[in-house]
């Protein structure tokens, strides 16, 4: 939970949240994931994850729901969009800014 925390603080915290609507927090052992808002790439979700090299890879991807019919229960369908490995910890914010056109922070 403590590195969810600073990943989240690491990419401007409450500001993060309010600039981009991210949402739907889930926190993991080593990282975390979110809902973010619409924007440039169509991708909806994120995932930070703090790998062995104390750096952070980035996974952009679109996740939807399939349809509910009788054979299935709308199984959900994830498509990456786009992966950074070894990202820096200054670096999630424009990472995130240069892949969703959407700004962290106000300038």
């Known amino acids: 939970m403590e590195i969810a925390k600073e990943i989240l603080r690491q990419l401007g915290g409450n500001k993060f949240r309010m ?4 949402k739907n927090f889930v926190a993991g052992e080593n990282y975390l994931t ?15 994850t ?15 729901i399939g349809r509910w019919n009788s054979k299935s229960c709308g199984e959900f369908k994830e498509t990456s969009i786009k992966e950074y490995d070894g990202v820096y910890n200054d670096m999630l914010q424009e990472i995130f800014t240069l892949h969703t056109g959407m700004y962290t922070r106000l300038f």
Do not use: E
């Open 50 to 64: 703090l790998n062995s090299m104390d750096t952070y890879d980035m996974k952009f991807s679109r996740v939807s």
């Open 19 to 22: 600039m981009t609507g991210a």
């Open 34 to 48: 979110m809902k973010i808002g619409r924007n440039k790439t169509a991708c909806n979700r994120l995932k930070i």
